[in-house]
């Protein structure tokens, strides 16, 4: 059964924004923090940002002061806003939510993000 559904991919030109939605059931939703990775083609998975069930966020360098992540508790949805669409952001984008226990890890489909020069 489908955990998380990733939405809000699509092709932008650099210098463009797109905003992702990650919905989950409740229980998922609410456990430890929700995450966003990529990947681009031929490379390896990397994580983009989290944020805890309390709201606190970290970013990887490659995107800070572009992108943000938050969540919505009413609607167990999380959403990555992205500007300033570079090139290098290309990928396909997965959201994550973990708990603390080791079973706690969950995944999305995807959704892919295109950003042409």
């Known amino acids: 059964q489908v955990q998380l559904v990733e939405s809000g991919g699509g092709s932008v030109q650099a210098g463009g924004s797109l905003r992702l939605s990650c919905a989950a059931s409740?229980?998922?939703?609410?456990?430890?923090?929700m995450r966003w990775y990529r990947q681009a083609p031929g490379k390896q998975r990397d994580l983009v940002a989290t944020i805890s069930s309390g709201g606190s966020t970290n970013y990887a360098d490659a995107v800070k002061g572009r992108f943000t992540i938050s969540r919505d508790n009413a609607r167990n949805t999380a959403y990555l806003q992205m500007n300033n669409l570079k090139p290098e952001d290309t990928a396909v984008y997965y959201c994550n939510a973990v708990g603390i226990l080791a079973y706690q890890n969950y995944w999305g489909q995807g959704t892919q993000v295109t950003v042409s020069s």
């Open positions: 409740r229980i998922i939703f609410n456990m430890n923090a």
